[in-house]
């Protein structure tokens, strides 16, 4: 296990979950709520010796797929019946991110809605927010190092809440964890992870020690993805995807971009469910190539298929082909989309928080055409 501090501390390796009984006692959480979901349960990953400690504490296993501010309220309603003083989160990046919203309500007064990041709530998150530890079982939203916390309301509307206080206290980050994840899982979380990387480098933001974290998972995740998706069971690539998506949430500071503009507003569409990494995968070759004509931005392309050692042919169509070595169709058309929903689709990543740090200004015809071109 190797401690890490970056943003918060971060317990990294094989085996580090071993680590969880003396966090909790670190940071004083004498009576832990557990969040995570029938899925991790079944798959045993709440059984083993680590997870002792938290084997009689109060859970909520409901999580929807995105979570919901119903579920946020549900869940803090036991928390708050058993007099808890912080939360565990073991999963993915749903449950993550519904922790983070108990742990804010846990001690914030009022409404979530007014904590929204478009509503003007980041000042108003303090540092009262309830300890937070983060185990995550898949390797990819980086969510256990990330400040934000996607939520719908009650009136539909999928919201960011963003704040340095809601990065979660401790992120334990082990491997073995992810071993049993079936292959098609693996590829779209890793292939979320690496979009993370590629658009938080990418994003003009100024900040270079955040651009080297960002090359760097690129180069890992690219590496050793197909291992992980070919052989679920070997943990050296599982340790390298692992830390590709760790590295990819360390880099939210710099902002996403387009990919992600359209596929938060394609994953709204309820009667979709539309799974987020999938989007990503599909959306990434052609907003790599919408943004290639910018000039900067096509130096920064050069360097990430430097890092890769890709040769011959662009991070575009190497994307493409990354896709269909791991299973992921290429097209929208595949999971259902249809054309009337691009009006829709394109208003909405326009006002999404992500479309500010794409490298270039895209307009509403543009993201039209992106969508046109993976249909
Ligand atoms: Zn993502």
Known sequence: MNIIQYLT???????????????????????????????????GLLDGAAMQVISSAPAFLDVPTNPTESAVQEALVTYRQHGCNGVVAIGGGSPIDLAKGVALLATHEGELEQYAAILGGIP??????????????????????????????????KLGFISPYLIPRRAICDPELTLGLPPALTAATGLDALSHC????????YNPP????????????????????????????????????????????????????????????????????????????PVLRANASHAATAD?????????????????DA??????????????????????VFAWTCERALADHSHQTNPRNLTGAEYAEILESVM
Do not use: C
Request: charged share 20%.
């Open 9 to 43: 501390t971060i317990h990294f390796g094989a085996g580090a979950v071993s680590s969880l009984s003396e966090t909790l006692e670190e940071l004083g959480i004498t009576r832990p709520f557990v969040i995570s979901d029938h899925g991790v349960k079944a798959a």
């Open 319 to 340: 994307l493409d082909d990354l896709n269909r070595k791991l299973g992921v169709p290429g097209k929208l058309s595949t999971l259902g989309v249809t054309r009337d």
């Open 300 to 316: 920064k392309i050069s360097r990430l298929e430097a890092a890769a050692g890709i040769a011959g042919t662009t991070l575009a």
């Open 198 to 205: 590629i658009e938080t480098y990418l994003s003009p933001r």
């Open 124 to 157: 108003k998150i303090t540092n009262a927010v309830a300890p937070l530890v983060a185990v995550p079982t898949t390797a990819g939203t980086g969510s256990e190092v990330g400040r934000a916390a996607l939520i719908t309301l009650d009136d539909g509307r």
């Open 210 to 285: 955040a651009e080297a974290i960002a090359l760097d998972g690129f180069a890992r995740i690219w590496e050793a993805l197909p291992k992980a998706y070919a052989n679920g069971a070997d943990l050296a690539a599982r340790t390298e995807v692992m830390m590709g998506a760790l590295q990819g949430g360390l880099t939210f500071q710099k902002g996403l971009g387009a990919v992600h503009a359209l596929s938060h507003a394609l994953g709204g569409l309820k009667e979709l469910k539309l799974h987020h990494g999938t989007l990503n995968a599909i959306l990434m070759p």
